[in-house]
């Protein structure tokens, strides 16, 4: 079975540290890895996007990497601020075949809490 | 266009009633996605259209739920009999294609069901 899982669920740390979050998927076989923000009861916002060609991604303080053969993606945050405080869900589009057809399969998230 | 957009936003239901939610895609995009999540969860693939075509369902999609995409265009999905375990955010996405920069999915900001 295709799956995602994201490590820590829940991380709380002081403002201005770098923090890494981690994601780990079931099948190398994908075609690319998405890194979403959610905030309490809204709907999602797409942070990054690796095609399963690419390495990285980087926009502003974020910076997102995948090895596909060890099926790892993690996402990484500079200088973290309070405004960065939010669930941070990984989603793998993985390639069809088995019992993952053509949607998103999104790991169970991380809980991000940035401390002033 | 200003991206996904669901209705309602929120909706307080008693159980045994059909509920109804609707979903305007971003209008170049030719696939959408209704997804489920619960509290502390990711998000849950229901269903997928391309074009008018529901071409997936998830078995957590039951007799119950029936979703349509009349030509093309915005979507409903419909809930007979809501029961409390219906009680979760649904979240609608669209996207265009699966490869290449543009190709991530979007989503809505989701419609809150909560079944008394």
């Known amino acids: 079975k295709q799956e995602v899982t994201q490590i820590p669920a829940a991380l709380s740390v002081p403002e201005g540290e770098n923090l890494v979050l981690n994601c780990s998927f079931t099948?190398?076989?994908?075609?690319?890895l998405q890194w979403f923000r959610q905030d309490p009861g809204k709907g999602l916002t797409s942070l990054l996007l690796?095609?399963?060609?690419?390495r990285e991604q980087t926009s502003g303080r974020l910076n997102a990497s995948l090895d596909k053969s060890s099926g790892r993606s993690t996402l990484y945050i500079a200088a973290s601020q309070p405004g960065d405080s939010a669930t941070y869900l990984c989603?793998?589009?993985?390639?069809?075949?088995?019992?993952?057809?053509?949607?998103?399969?999104f790991g169970g998230g991380t809980r991000l809490m940035v401390k002033p | 266009d200003t991206g996904v957009s669901q209705n309602p936003r929120h909706k307080i239901t008693k159980r045994g009633q059909n509920v109804t939610f609707r979903c305007d895609p971003i209008?170049?995009?030719?696939?959408l996605y209704w997804y489920r999540q619960t509290l502390g969860q990711g998000p849950e693939f229901l269903t997928y259209?391309?074009?008018?075509?529901?071409?997936?369902k998830s078995r957590l999609l039951s007799d119950r739920f029936s979703a349509e995409r009349p030509k093309g265009s915005f979507s409903t999905l419909e809930i007979q009999r809501t029961e409390q375990g219906d009680s979760a955010m649904y979240l609608c996405?669209?996207?265009?294609?699966?490869?290449?920069?543009?190709?991530?999915?979007?989503f809505g900001s989701g419609t809150r069901l909560t079944v008394v």
């Open positions: 996405a669209s996207s265009f294609g699966l490869v290449g920069p543009n190709y991530g999915y979007t």
């Open positions: 099948d190398s076989a994908i075609y690319n």
């Open positions: 690796i095609q399963s060609s690419q």
């Open positions: 989603a793998v589009l993985f390639i069809p075949g088995g019992n993952a057809g053509n949607m998103l399969t």
């Open positions: 209008s170049e995009h030719n696939r």
């Open positions: 259209f391309q074009n008018e075509a529901q071409l997936e």
